[in-house]
């Protein structure tokens, strides 16, 4: 999945990415309101986790931006301020949740794995494609009874084929949503970790379920 980061301290934005980097999730960061709008509303992203007093225009106002635009990736919004009114201004102008800091990382972990269930997938606690499960809360994975240890990429890269069983996603999608904006790696660096997701869910197991779409991409067969 892929999230952007918008906080203008630099310590707080290190501590986000990585934290979230090693959750298994892709992390673009931006530090002002007019770069997380050029973010937002260029690229498809899974949530927003967004400090509400960046230079501006500030959080309240990206948010309002971002829905009048008609961008619904799921905000969780953070503040160091914990009145009721700004908590409600959050949640009038588009958040879905809100966050106060300090906060413990954990907590936001979890507000993000909840937030991200509520998509118009309408996404399940527990993704399941045949005999393949993979539960986002425990970061287990399963083919029948059999546990199978992935990478955070890995895990990630499954998880986004298994949130749309059947349909093909191109190269360019997984990159976007499994790796960062950023990301200046060799262009090959899907059909690398499909090949490691085939021999750790597939090929022990006597299946074919990730399936190469010529000229197209990678989907996951949900009858094979």
Same mark, same amino acid.
């Given at each position: ?49 967004? =400090?509400?007093?960046?230079? $501006?225009?500030?959080?309240? *106002?990206?948010?309002? #931006?971002? %829905? &009048?635009?008609? @961008?619904?990736? +799921? ?21 879905? =949740?809100?966050?106060?800091? $300090?906060?413990?990382?954990? *907590?936001?972990?979890? #507000?993000? %794995? &909840?937030?991200? @269930?509520?998509? +118009? ?41 298994? @949130? ?61």
């Amino acid at each position: 999945m892929r999230v952007l980061v918008v906080e203008d301290d630099p310590g707080m934005t290190r501590m986000l990415v990585r934290g979230l980097r090693r959750e298994g999730y892709a992390v673009d960061a931006a530090a002002t309101g007019d770069d997380a709008l050029w973010h937002a509303l260029e690229h498809d992203y899974d949530a927003v986790v967004l =400090d509400a007093m960046i230079p $501006p225009p500030d959080g309240f *106002e990206v948010c309002r #931006r971002m %829905r &009048a635009a008609g @961008r619904w990736a +799921p905000v969780l919004m953070l503040t160091a301020r914990d009145a009721v009114t700004d908590r409600v201004r959050g949640l009038d102008v588009g958040a879905d =949740d809100y966050l106060t800091k $300090p906060f413990a990382l954990a *907590e936001l972990f979890a #507000r993000l %794995r &909840a937030l991200t @269930r509520r998509d +118009p997938h309408e996404r399940p606690a527990v993704l399941r494609v045949g005999d393949l499960t993979l539960d986002p809360v425990g970061h287990v994975v399963r083919r029948g009874e059999s546990e199978v240890t992935l990478s955070p990429k890995e895990f990630a890269l499954l998880q986004e084929l298994m @949130r749309r069983p059947g349909e093909v996603l191109s190269r360019t999608h997984l990159i976007d949503h499994v790796w960062d904006f950023a990301y200046d790696g060799g262009s090959n660096v899907v059909d690398v970790y499909v090949r490691y997701l085939r021999d750790k869910v597939d090929r022990p197991f006597g299946r074919e379920t990730i399936r190469t779409v010529r000229g197209a991409g990678y989907r996951l067969d949900p009858t094979a």
